[in-house]
């Protein structure tokens, strides 16, 4: 079943390029998010052993809550992309789709597998078709961005691949459930962890490893610079909660809770004094992925339920920004706010939704999992939420400050959108406002990841069982 | 065994310190082949074993095999890597090329310096 996922994303890799047909791509990258759909609905974790091998000795994909559920915020995005990228890409577009459809193999088989060296190829997959994706334009931002991304980005790369030769001197084996069941807390193992977690944290750029997401981004096209704020970080925050799992460490960790705070701050700080719209909505991406650092490093029920529902409404709103924006820089050429005033009401409202919904106003999706970020951090430390607290104040102020240059500015173009741009915005707003009104739906999704996350001998007993 | 792990160290030292603190984009995509290759050798080394015998079971005597033989899976996993390597360095110097199309200079400093 998952072999035949694989395949058609790889075929279609190809062939958008031998055929010359872009539809390919979306198709399969469609098809991929539909049997995600499939395979969410099913309640049991799922075994897939490669080439007949079983579990400690092959590679295998398992399938369990935390997966399935990343897996599909993955090809949902990447699907929504995929369509919007049809009109927003003028130029090399059967490059742009090839690059697409392998970016979102990488993201998958990151989320999906279950053995600690595949998980190290697909993060290369998905690392090398990034920093391709950032110099995509070949001008001078995005040649600049992608070698800084290339350098720091394959140096943190072979420290995780330092980490799976460490794990593997001293456990011998590479298989998740057996590294859980073999792993002690030795200092060896504990080195091992700091260079894992280490490596994983340049994708999820926390705050020493965040500075070459505003360059990157500055290069890349917008629907990317989605793909990078949105998904990639999130890959990256579940590569440190499987290490943590691994590690049976799922605990009140203060380094985490540290680092998360600082990257909240001085995210939201950055923001604030860029003047190049896909710049700040970089800065905002990295404040946002503080407050999951920080509420992961809570270790708590509540913890790492809002942190995974705030993982779900940043990936939302953050594509929904760039993809709105996106269609501002797409109708104007500029990226500096104080050019690109513009008329439009449809793009008006939803960017306007997703602004209010990133700095956390009621009943907007983004409150909820703020709320509940706000309730876990108060268990541990008033001092953290008031700090959680001033961060959501300052997104406030640079959303206001986005929204005011783009609609409210004196010189405007009145524009027509394209409708295809138009409809994946329509439609991912639509979703920011249900799941603000329902938060309840969210939550159903949510609950079975974390117990997934929180029960260690289950994933083993089902890799091992089955 | 441990001056093995001693050099890999030194190497991976070495390719770091050409990352980081070289100017020349070459020398930096270098340094990137240099520290791959210190960590292939730790891999290499994890599965070595004194007097090891190759891993194809030739003898019907499987606990001797298992004593003896060298561990094949570091092997393949190096070569594995080796290939993900190759092409990001070859990613890298091809954003090298563009790089000095564009720019018509190889320092990152005054790359830089150019956007002010």
Same mark, same amino acid.
């Given at each position: 079943?998952?072999?035949?996922?694989?395949?058609?994303?790889?075929?279609?890799? /190809?062939?958008?390029?031998?055929?010359?047909?872009?539809?390919?791509?979306?198709?399969?990258?469609? /098809?991929?998010?539909?049997?995600?759909?499939?395979?969410? $609905?099913?309640?049991?974790?799922?075994?897939?052993?490669?080439?007949? +091998?079983?579990?400690?000795?092959?590679?295998?994909?398992?399938?369990?809550?935390?997966?399935?559920?990343?897996?599909?915020?993955?090809?949902?995005?990447?699907? !929504?992309?995929?369509?919007?990228?049809?009109?927003?890409?003028?130029?090399?577009?059967?490059?742009?789709?090839?690059?697409?459809?392998?970016?979102?193999?990488?993201?998958?088989?990151?989320?999906?597998?279950?053995?600690?060296?595949?998980?190290?190829?697909?993060?290369?997959?998905?690392?090398?078709?990034?920093?391709?994706?950032?110099?995509?334009?070949?001008?001078?931002?995005?040649?600049?961005?992608?070698?800084?991304?290339?350098?720091?980005?394959?140096?943190?790369?072979?420290?995780?691949?330092?980490?799976?030769?460490?794990?593997?001197?001293?456990?011998?084996?590479?298989? /998740?459930?057996?590294?859980?069941?073999?792993?002690?807390?030795?200092?060896?193992?504990?080195?091992?962890?700091?260079? *894992?977690?280490?490596?994983?944290?340049?994708?999820?750029?926390?705050?020493?490893?965040?500075?070459?997401?505003?360059?990157?981004?500055?290069?890349?096209?917008?629907?990317?610079?989605?793909?990078? &704020?949105?998904?990639?970080?999130? @890959? %990256?925050?579940?590569?440190? *909660?499987?290490?943590?799992?691994?590690?049976?460490?799922?605990?009140?960790?203060?380094?985490?809770?540290?680092?998360?705070?600082?990257?909240?701050?001085? %995210?939201?700080?950055?923001?604030?004094?860029?003047?190049?719209?896909?710049?700040?909505?970089?800065?905002?991406?990295?404040?946002?992925? %503080?407050?999951?650092? $920080?509420?992961?490093?809570?270790?708590?029920?509540?913890?790492?339920?809002?942190?995974?529902?705030?993982? *779900?409404?940043?990936?939302? @709103?953050?594509?929904?920004?760039?993809?709105?924006?996106?269609?501002?820089?797409?109708?104007?050429?500029?990226?500096?706010?104080?050019?690109?005033?513009?008329?439009?009401?449809?793009?008006?409202?939803?960017?306007?939704?997703?602004?209010?919904?990133?700095?956390?106003?009621?009943?907007?999706?983004?409150?909820?999992?703020? +709320?509940?970020?706000?309730?876990?951090? +108060?268990?541990?430390?008033?001092?953290?939420?008031?700090?959680?607290?001033?961060?959501?104040?300052?997104?406030?102020?640079?959303?206001?400050?986005?929204?005011?240059? $783009?609609?409210?500015?004196?010189?405007?173009?009145?524009?027509?959108?394209?409708?295809? *741009?138009?409809?994946?915005?329509?439609?991912?707003?639509?979703?920011?406002?249900?799941?603000?009104?329902?938060?309840?739906?969210?939550?159903?999704?949510?609950?079975?990841?974390?117990?997934?996350?929180?029960?260690?001998?289950?994933?083993? &007993?089902?890799?091992?069982?089955? | 065994?441990?001056?093995?792990?001693?050099?890999?160290?030194?190497?991976?030292?070495?390719?770091?310190?050409?990352?980081?603190?070289?100017?020349?984009?070459?020398?930096? !995509? @270098?340094?990137?082949?240099?520290?791959?290759?210190?960590?292939?050798?730790?891999?290499?080394?994890? %599965?070595?074993?004194?007097?090891?015998?190759?891993?194809?079971?030739?003898?019907?005597?499987?606990?001797? /095999?298992?004593?003896?033989?060298?561990?094949?899976?570091?092997?393949?996993?190096?070569?594995?890597?080796?290939? @993900?390597?190759?092409?990001?360095?070859?990613?890298?110097?091809?954003?090298?090329?563009?790089?000095?199309?564009?720019?018509? &200079?190889?320092?990152?400093?005054? $790359?830089?310096?150019?956007?002010?």
């Amino acid at each position: 079943m998952i072999v035949y996922l694989l395949l058609v994303l790889f075929a279609a890799t /190809f062939l958008v390029l031998i055929v010359k047909r872009d539809e390919i791509a979306i198709i399969a990258i469609l /098809f991929s998010f539909f049997s995600m759909c499939y395979m969410f $609905m099913n309640p049991e974790i799922m075994v897939f052993g490669f080439g007949g +091998w079983s579990p400690p000795f092959g590679i295998v994909w398992v399938l369990d809550k935390l997966n399935v559920f990343l897996a599909l915020l993955v090809t949902g995005i990447s699907s !929504v992309i995929a369509v919007y990228s049809l009109k927003y890409i003028k130029e090399r577009r059967h490059r742009y789709y090839t690059l697409l459809c392998l970016i979102t193999i990488g993201l998958l088989g990151v989320s999906l597998t279950g053995d600690i060296f595949n998980l190290y190829v697909f993060f290369e997959i998905l690392s090398v078709s990034s920093y391709a994706l950032v110099a995509f334009f070949l001008n001078e931002h995005a040649i600049e961005g992608a070698f800084k991304y290339l350098m720091v980005g394959s140096m943190t790369s072979l420290f995780i691949l330092i980490g799976i030769a460490m794990l593997y001197g001293l456990t011998g084996t590479l298989n /998740f459930a057996d590294l859980a069941s073999k792993i002690s807390h030795d200092p060896p193992y504990m080195v091992a962890l700091g260079l *894992l977690v280490a490596g994983f944290s340049l994708k999820a750029t926390i705050v020493p490893f965040h500075a070459w997401k505003p360059d990157a981004i500055e290069g890349t096209p917008a629907p990317i610079g989605a793909i990078f &704020t949105s998904v990639s970080t999130a @890959i %990256g925050v579940y590569g440190i *909660l499987r290490i943590l799992f691994i590690f049976n460490l799922i605990q009140i960790n203060w380094v985490l809770i540290l680092f998360g705070a600082i990257t909240m701050l001085l %995210g939201a700080l950055m923001a604030l004094v860029q003047v190049n719209v896909k710049r700040m909505l970089a800065y905002s991406g990295v404040s946002q992925i %503080g407050y999951v650092i $920080m509420v992961i490093g809570f270790g708590t029920l509540l913890g790492i339920t809002s942190g995974l529902y705030h993982i *779900l409404n940043n990936a939302l @709103i953050k594509t929904l920004l760039f993809m709105g924006i996106g269609i501002g820089i797409y109708l104007t050429g500029k990226e500096n706010l104080n050019e690109m005033g513009m008329k439009n009401t449809p793009l008006l409202i939803c960017v306007g939704i997703g602004l209010l919904s990133l700095s956390g106003i009621p009943p907007l999706n983004g409150f909820v999992s703020k +709320w509940l970020i706000f309730m876990a951090s +108060w268990e541990i430390s008033p001092m953290l939420t008031a700090i959680a607290i001033i961060a959501s104040a300052l997104t406030l102020a640079y959303s206001f400050k986005i929204f005011s240059a $783009m609609f409210l500015a004196n010189r405007k173009i009145e524009a027509k959108v394209p409708k295809i *741009l138009l409809i994946p915005v329509i439609i991912l707003t639509a979703l920011c406002v249900f799941i603000g009104v329902f938060p309840q739906a969210g939550l159903n999704m949510i609950e079975p990841a974390v117990n997934a996350l929180l029960n260690q001998n289950q994933y083993i &007993t089902a890799v091992f069982g089955g | 065994m441990i001056e093995v792990y001693v050099g890999m160290v030194l190497i991976a030292l070495t390719g770091m310190y050409c990352m980081v603190w070289k100017k020349n984009m070459i020398k930096k !995509v @270098i340094g990137l082949g240099i520290f791959t290759n210190s960590i292939h050798l730790l891999l290499i080394a994890i %599965g070595f074993r004194t007097n090891g015998i190759p891993p194809i079971l030739t003898q019907v005597n499987a606990d001797y /095999f298992a004593m003896q033989a060298v561990d094949p899976l570091p092997q393949a996993l190096v070569l594995t890597s080796i290939v @993900i390597q190759l092409s990001v360095t070859a990613l890298a110097l091809g954003i090298v090329t563009l790089a000095y199309r564009h720019l018509k &200079t190889l320092d990152t400093e005054r $790359m830089n310096r150019l956007r002010g």
